[in-house]
């Protein structure tokens, strides 16, 4: 019973977080469009106008899955490793390597495609956590700036090896045709990336709640000195927790890849793992929530990429949401008095009970 | 090699490369500042970048290029306060109240933007006065250093007179020695009766101030 009506109690908070966001954005539209019920209803409704917005949604969505949950395993160990962001981008680069070095039948492609760029992310994010266990260094500085050698190191990769002189920009050679992910919705842009998103969301469960080694990464990130104690080999813990953070990152990057694109297109940072961050903060850092946070967070920009094309409210304004709804859930004071009281009431209850 | 020799020693080269350090020596400054108050100090991009646009802004709607950085500086502290807030009264984490104001300064700056300009590119339609380049008296008179020295941005010389100004404060003053306190442990400050509140403010002002005039360098320099 403690549980359920403290889980309640944050399904609240990033409820009202959310709420006050819009409500913030809403005034602002008031205040500043000619038509304001007319965009607020292109922002919420648009979406589910066509069946290629919908589809927009569900493309949009996929990406911030993989890091969202990428996110939920780095941070279950309790290292703020934001390196996600470059693993993303080089399991891409890897992918894009992979597909034009090897050739290889159908299928295994993709696959031995996505299983280097898993590897590709998975060591990128292995080494804050490596230098943090090792060396003590900070791993929020490393990781920061770790995605600046991955942004350059990817960057000159596809340059030097595998850059296209028929394009104008700096795109890379067009893969195969065996690697692109087969569309499952005839007028979409959905992809059986999205399966494999689905997939990858039940693994990250199952690895955080069926296995011992999920437990010991949920013990280290919550009560480092007693798991310490308790015998578990923590700095292990760490490092393969964050290596397997990364390759859903990575991963995230493979699919996004073949799914989306026909050539390797990236010039900078994709910004998807930061998109990480909300996701994972909004869904509590429970994986089986991810998707539904990044439909959610993918539904509201398309809502306002719909608004800004039909009237004069610019797509910028989702970043007003995004940073208050981080701000209201990541606030321990919100709703502090009201958990408190639950708690001591829970404990009570327990006690009264006998149950305890 | 001479010809490397050559560019790295001339002029225009050693005159650039004051002029591309002098925005990340105040980001340096600031995130200096946040450190040693004990101020996580990610949010210093998004506060330079918010202090960049209201510097434009400022100078543009006054016609006068002090105001603008008057304006950035400004900005620059109420972000940093905001900052403050949110992670010192709200008891929010200060990595993800970072994140939040770079997210909001990268997205939110460009809705300005695109509001008084109706471009998401630049405020380039906007007529603005710069700060003047300053030409130091008998120095700019001697060959090689006298170039060099002189006619830099006035803000590239308030950067070089803030790094001293700031370890003489940081190191040589009682304000200075309790926000490293402060900084150091906030348990131990409050323990021999410093007010932790008032210094943590502190840090965030000068830090805040210091982000404004980076914002503003890159703006209006």
Redesign the interface.
Same mark, same amino acid.
């Given at each position: 019973m403690k549980v359920n009506s403290l889980a309640i109690l944050d399904v609240i908070r990033v409820l009202v977080a959310i709420l006050v966001a819009l409500a913030i954005v809403f005034l602002m539209i008031f205040l500043?469009s000619d038509t304001p019920l007319e965009a607020i209803g292109y922002m919420l409704m648009g979406p589910l106008t066509s069946l290629r917005r919908m589809g927009n949604v569900v493309e949009a969505m996929v990406p911030i899955t993989f890091t969202g949950l990428a996110v939920v395993m780095l941070y279950r160990a309790g290292l703020?490793n934001l390196s996600m962001e470059g693993a993303f981008f080089i399991g891409s680069v890897a992918a894009t390597a992979s597909a034009l070095s090897f050739n290889l039948p159908p299928v295994i492609n993709i696959v031995v495609a996505c299983i280097c760029a898993m590897l590709a992310g998975g060591i990128t994010c292995f080494i804050p956590g490596f230098l943090k266990v090792k060396c003590k260094a900070n791993e929020?500085v490393t990781s920061l700036m770790l995605n600046y050698v991955m942004l350059f190191l990817g960057l000159f990769i596809i340059t030097q090896f595998f850059f296209d002189p028929e394009m104008n920009a700096t795109y890379s050679y067009k893969f195969p045709d065996s690697m692109f992910l087969p569309r499952i919705l005839e007028g979409t842009r959905i992809n059986i990336g999205l399966f494999i998103v689905i997939g990858a969301t039940l693994v990250l469960w199952f690895i955080l709640h069926k296995t011992s080694f999920g437990y010991k990464v949920t013990l280290v990130g919550s009560n480092g000195t007693m798991s310490r104690y308790s015998g578990i080999k923590s700095g292990a813990i760490i490092m393969g927790s964050q290596f397997i953070g990364g390759m859903f990152a990575g991963l995230g990057g493979a699919v996004e890849l073949f799914g989306m694109y026909r050539r390797f297109q990236y010039t900078g940072l994709t910004r998807y793992g930061?998109d990480g @961050? &909300?996701i994972a /903060?909004v869904a509590q850092h429970k994986a089986e929530y991810v998707p539904f946070a990044a439909l959610f967070l993918a539904y509201l920009r398309t809502g306002a990429d719909i608004m800004s094309r039909n009237t004069d409210i610019?797509y910028? +304004? +989702?970043? @007003?949401i995004?940073?208050?709804i981080?701000?209201l859930i !990541?606030?321990?004071? +919100?709703l502090l008095s009201a958990r408190k009281k639950l708690i001591v009431k829970e404990v009570k209850r327990a006690e009264l009970g006998g149950g305890v | 090699m001479s010809g490397f020799g050559s560019v790295i020693f001339s002029v225009d080269f050693i005159v650039t490369t004051i002029r591309v350090m002098t925005p990340i020596l105040y980001a340096a400054l600031a995130c200096m500042v946040f450190g040693k108050g004990g101020i996580d100090a /990610?949010a210093t991009e998004g506060i330079m970048l918010f202090a960049a646009l209201t510097g434009v802004l400022g100078s543009y709607f006054t016609n006068s290029a002090v105001i603008g950085v008057l304006t950035a500086a400004a900005t620059g502290i109420m972000l940093s306060y905001l900052f403050g807030y @949110?992670t010192i !009264?709200?008891? !929010?984490?200060p /990595? &993800?109240?970072g994140?939040? +104001?770079n997210? &909001?300064a990268?997205?939110?700056t460009?809705?300005i933007v695109?509001?008084i300009t109706g471009s998401?590119g630049s405020t380039q339609a906007l007529n603005t006065p710069v700060v003047p380049s300053i030409e130091i008296p008998l120095i700019q008179d001697i060959p090689f250093v006298g170039e060099v020295l002189s006619g830099h941005n006035l803000l590239t010389y308030i950067a070089f007179l803030s790094v001293l100004g700031l370890s003489v404060f940081l190191y040589k003053t009682p304000s200075g020695l309790r926000i490293r306190t402060v900084g150091e442990s906030i348990d131990a400050a409050n323990s021999v009766g410093i007010n932790v509140r008032k210094y943590q403010y502190m840090t965030l002002t000068i830090a805040g101030i210091m982000a404004g005039f980076g914002g503003a360098f890159m703006s209006l320099g």
């Open positions: 500043i703020f929020l930061w @961050i &909300l /903060i610019p910028e +304004i +989702i970043t @007003i995004q940073s208050v981080i701000v !990541s606030a321990k004071v +919100i | /990610i @949110i !009264s709200l008891r !929010s984490d /990595i &993800l109240a994140i939040a +104001i997210t &909001l990268a997205g939110f460009v809705f695109y509001m998401k």
